[in-house]
């Protein structure tokens, strides 16, 4: 007993360190191929009736791919590069303010970031990453397809 006492916590402390770093690789590919088909969607030019412009729909379109508890697409921007060039457009939904156009129009260069924090799973391994998570930023980048720039917000 004295022997399973002093290698008990060693051993659910190293049982719990892999399941947090498994969490964390499943929510950062999670959350990449979330902002990579949010970046496919906004090369496309489309824009869901109802949300009201380009921008909330790619928003709406990378939160809803999301599968992880406690994640949010609350921290984005998204950029918008003209052809051959210029000075760039950007929307930040963290502050809910930027450029409106950032979602760009046919030909632009647009790149999609998310910056998130994790909760992981096991609070003695929180304690020693800053906010008790794990901070990543996961980011996208297309080019638009020619579209009807008519038929978007």
Request: aromatic letters at 10%.
């Amino acid at each position: 007993m004295a022997e399973f006492a002093v290698v008990a916590p060693l051993f659910l402390l190293l049982i719990f360190g892999v399941m947090d770093y498994a969490w964390i690789m499943f929510a950062q590919a999670n959350i990449q191929q979330a902002v990579d088909d949010g970046g496919r969607y906004a090369s496309t030019g489309q824009e869901s009736g109802g949300t009201g412009t380009r921008i909330s729909s790619i928003v709406a379109v990378v939160q809803n791919e999301i599968s992880v508890p406690g994640v949010d697409a609350s921290n984005m921007k998204i950029c918008g590069v003209p052809p051959g060039g210029g000075s760039s457009l950007c929307w930040d939904s963290g502050s809910g303010s930027g450029n409106t156009g950032a979602a760009g129009g046919p030909e632009y260069t647009e790149t999609l970031t998310l910056t998130t924090t994790l909760p992981l799973l096991t609070p003695l391994i929180g304690q020693f990453f800053p906010a008790a998570g794990y901070t990543f930023t996961s980011s996208s980048t297309f080019t638009n397809e020619p579209f009807n720039p008519s038929t978007t917000n």
